[in-house]
């Protein structure tokens, strides 16, 4: 098997055991990403001089006797997570340029550990998409085939697992921008409790949702890198300061008692046929290992995806005010005058995905509709959190479809409304900030992957993780990974 195929958990031990190097694993995957990364586009910047630096000096840290799960482990990075001195671009024309001067606290986490940044990775412009097809830069395509989608945002993120580009990665989750790739591409994806892990560094799309995590080959590996990166932060007001267990430690225990409630809400009209299934069999397989599960309701489900897209247009629409060509960024060449050059550098700069966005978050903030739209939006969040909160007093965790549907073709969801309703099953746990785990549940008839997504109550990713490594380790899904030929 080659070096890029073992999990983040078996190139550590190697690497603990001196049977390979960190050099040697990292150009193994540089060699990957040059022969491969031409047919699925999931990198914006391969930092190969800067890998190898590191590399050598995780060896040398191995050498001297210390130990880690991430040392001398290549990792990508989503590109709106800020990287000293490597350009982070958020996918946008915007920010072509932009090299930052600081690291965000999760990439000072990764390096503090001894990982090895290989590069950045293809999203959604500013994070805005589902299918990665906003970027300004490429189009991200599915490692399963290539004239699929791989999701989105963090479509980069997830492709390079799945074509094994990456040990793991780093993407962020808004309102499904890690789990629905995830799904989409055969990975693992997890987004954490708000406020869990920092988001100093993490360039805003909506600061109130959006929330930095692991996509992985297996549950495993998923609960390794939570370890590393999260913990309080004093640079992010909203980081909480809780312990921080050892997440590996909660896998492969006794999971009888366990109780799951699968909400009737997102299994009705519009999911495809086998990824409910995919919901049931699971259904089963929980059982047969001990667990209770019950059918619930999730009343208010309805409401989310309507709520997710007014308060998170708003926030937007707020945070991308400071890209105005003044600082930092791209700057429109011909404009008269101070106004003019405003206008023209965030028309020219901006794709169209995410001026809709700053648009429709600017009309819901304004005099006469803030009340009638964003405060109305704000309240039904509430709602929606007591409703997750009524299901928590009676099960330790929820299981439900990640995706409406598997991987579409790249065009195929042209208006803005379908591509929006892909996002069904997601956006309702952003908005009460809890976390959610997304894992591999087999290939439909198409051979397209189908994920299925467990959402426990904040800060119980323990739990979270014990039952989604209990399904991952019955199933074996995970073994499955795309067959890869040059020039496909």
């Known amino acids: 098997m080659g070096i890029e195929k073992y999990t983040v958990k078996e190139l550590s031990e190697k690497l603990q055991n001196k049977e390979i190097s960190s050099v040697e694993v990292t150009r193994a995957f540089l060699d990957r990403i040059k022969k491969y990364d031409p047919i699925i586009n999931s990198y914006i910047t391969v930092c190969e001089e800067r890998a190898l630096e590191a590399a ?17 482990i290549p990792v990508g990075i989503k590109d709106n997570i800020c990287t000293e001195g490597i350009t982070t671009t958020c996918a946008s024309k915007m920010l072509y340029n932009f090299v930052p001067p600081y690291d965000a606290t999760v990439i000072k986490k990764l390096k503090a550990a001894g990982a090895v940044i290989v590069g950045k990775l293809n999203m959604d412009e500013f994070a805005m998409g589902s299918s990665t097809e906003t970027s300004y830069f490429k189009k991200t395509k599915n490692p399963y085939d290539t004239s699929l989608v791989p999701g989105g945002s963090s479509g980069g993120s997830a492709a390079a697992v799945s074509a094994n580009l990456a040990a793991f990665t780093l993407g962020s989750d808004t309102g499904g921008s890690i789990r629905q790739p995830a799904a989409f591409c055969g990975s693992v994806g997890l987004k954490p409790t708000y406020g869990l892990v920092s988001r100093f560094g993490l360039i805003a799309f909506a600061s109130s949702l959006d929330q930095i995590g692991p996509l992985t080959k297996t549950v495993e590996d998923c609960a390794l890198v939570l370890k590393y990166i999260a913990g309080h932060d004093k640079l992010d007001s909203t980081s909480v300061n809780i312990p921080i267990p050892d997440y590996t430690s909660a896998l492969g225990g006794d999971i009888a008692g366990m109780r799951i409630g699968v909400p009737r809400e997102y299994l009705e009209d519009g999911i495809q046929p086998e990824i409910k299934k995919a919901v049931l069999d699971a259904v089963k397989i929980y059982e047969s290992l001990g667990a209770a599960c019950e059918e619930c309701s999730l009343p208010l489900t309805k409401y989310a995806l309507y709520a997710y897209y007014i308060i998170s247009s708003a926030e937007a629409s707020s ?105 069904v099953c997601t956006v309702a746990v952003n908005i009460a900030g809890l976390p959610a785990i997304s894992m591999p549940a087999g290939l439909d008839s198409a051979k397209r992957p189908i994920g299925i997504q467990l959402i426990a109550d904040s800060f119980n990713e323990e739990k979270l993780l014990s039952l989604a490594y209990a399904y991952e380790k019955t199933t074996g899904y995970e073994n499955l990974r795309p067959d890869l030929k040059e020039g496909a």
């Open 319 to 423: 945070n991308l005010a400071r890209y105005d060509g003044v600082k930092y960024g791209f700057r429109a060449e011909n404009y008269k005058g101070l106004n003019d050059m405003y206008l023209e550098t965030r028309s020219q700069g901006f794709g169209e995905e995410v001026k809709r966005r700053i648009m429709l978050g600017t009309f819901a903030l304004s005099s006469g509709y803030y009340d009638a739209y964003y405060k109305k939006a704000q309240q039904v969040r509430t709602l929606i959190r007591k409703d997750f909160s009524n299901s928590f007093a009676k099960f330790d965790a929820l299981l439900t479809p990640t995706t409406p549907t598997t991987a579409f073709r790249f065009g195929e969801k042209a208006d803005p409304i379908s591509m929006y309703m892909g996002d």
């Open 56 to 72: 050598e000096e995780a060896d040398r840290r191995i050498a001297e006797g210390e130990r880690g799960g991430l040392l001398g």
